[in-house]
């Protein structure tokens, strides 16, 4: 409907201040961080101090802890490369972009329609009535209308934002979009983790094949001993053949071990993803150190592990939820302005005869629904609850994971400190052994259980190792690596 400049600018002014004063509302709860059982502090630390303590580690390459360049310049390729890390990443620009969109909605949609449109009328034949002698009346052909429509539009229109439901929309998807940013870190965390605990692996097994490349090459000794004192005469055969079986069995378990190995390296590979073929890892002699990283109070961990903060931006996109879907209760207003023109000749178009305008405000609001908006705020507070629910079951999850690795290192440092000394003692025993059955005062048979003994204890011992270095990188891990809640996006 047209309406005149004068009559329209009091009830502008009104809608325009009355929008203004409501947009300053939103609807629905404000957020606050749900509570979190805390402890007053970690029940395995009590008591403990670690034989190799690192408390000035760099929080951000975490893995420096271990001083191996070859694993620091593999870690560094995760964060680049990972595909699970770029797939998290992804998903974090998807929930930037939809903040994106959400904000959008708080300003005015402006369009433009232009068209051109070719018409064409009459056509026929008209009959006149009967005229001179023959009676017979006359046709004539009535002229066809042609003719072309130019048409040009702008719109506008904008939903003020009375009732909070937009800003809820942009604050639920931001804490969305900021809990995505955590699922990147917690993937990359997690990543690193996973490709620190093969290398170690790796690293074992290449200290399992220096043992047993040790034990075939004493075990090769004890054959040839074996076979002089068989040509001797001193024993019997069946000694040569039972030390033959020992060399026989030590050589097929180095062998072994080197599918283990290629496994680990192709599981690094893929980690900083490359194809398996593409990455070597060469052997090592040097022990690798198991050092421990220093444990803060159970509060931090909220700040410094990324699962948690995820949890918690997700309890606070489901709160802001609810003021949407409470903000249905109440009408929406929108305002939308219309100016046009229409013209047969282009040249026509922005005469004042023939340009159009209009303007006004529209109001919806759902008198009965048959409790379907009750049922959506409903909804949306049960999702809030499973949000915190999971947030506290998170937090929990993180004690439980610290309070593990805190006990196997305490436990294995125990234990390592007892195979070490039980090593030695193993090895001294098998000596011995050989040089009594030098003398001929024992059999052979004690000569092979006293190298057994040996072996078995020194594998127990690296074995021990590689529990200690595996459960040094879960508490780094759970003690959150090198991230803290500071580096989430504000926006």
Known sequence: MLQTRKALRPPLAVLLAAAAALSACAVGPNYRRPTAPLAAGFKEAQGWRPAAPMDHIDRGAWWSVYNDPVLDGLERRVALSNQNVAAAEAAYREAQAITRQARASLFPTLGLTASATRSRSGGGSVSTGAGGSSGAGATLSSGARERTVYDLGLGASWEPDLWGRIRRTIEADRASAQASAAEVASARLSAQAALAIDYFELRISDALKRLYDQTVA?????????????????????????????????????????????????????????????????????????????????????????????????????????????????????????????????GDLFKSSTTTWSFGPSLAESLIDFGARRARVQQARALYDQAVASYRQTVLGAFQAVEDSLVTLRVLEQEAQLRSAAEASARQSAQIALNQYRAGLVDFTTVVTANQSALSTAETSLNVLRSRLVASVNLIEALGGGWTVADLPKG
Do not use: C, W
């Open 218 to 346: 004493d075990y090769q000794r004890t054959l040839q001993i074996a076979q002089n004192q068989f040509k001797a005469g001193v024993i019997a055969r069946a000694d040569v053949i039972t030390a033959q079986v020992q060399l026989q069995a030590a050589q097929a378990a180095a062998a072994d071990l080197a599918v283990a190995r290629q496994q680990y390296e192709h599981a690094i590979a893929v980690l900083v993803g490359a194809p398996p073929s593409a990455l070597s890892i060469a052997p090592t002699s040097e022990t690798v150190p198991v050092p421990v990283a220093p444990v803060d109070l159970p509060s931090t961990l909220l700040e410094r592990r990324p699962d948690i903060a995820s949890a918690e931006r997700r309890v606070a996109s489901a709160n802001a939820q609810i003021g949407v879907a409470t903000a249905a209760y109440f009408p929406m207003l929108t305002l939308s302005a219309n100016a046009g023109t229409s013209a047969t000749r282009i």
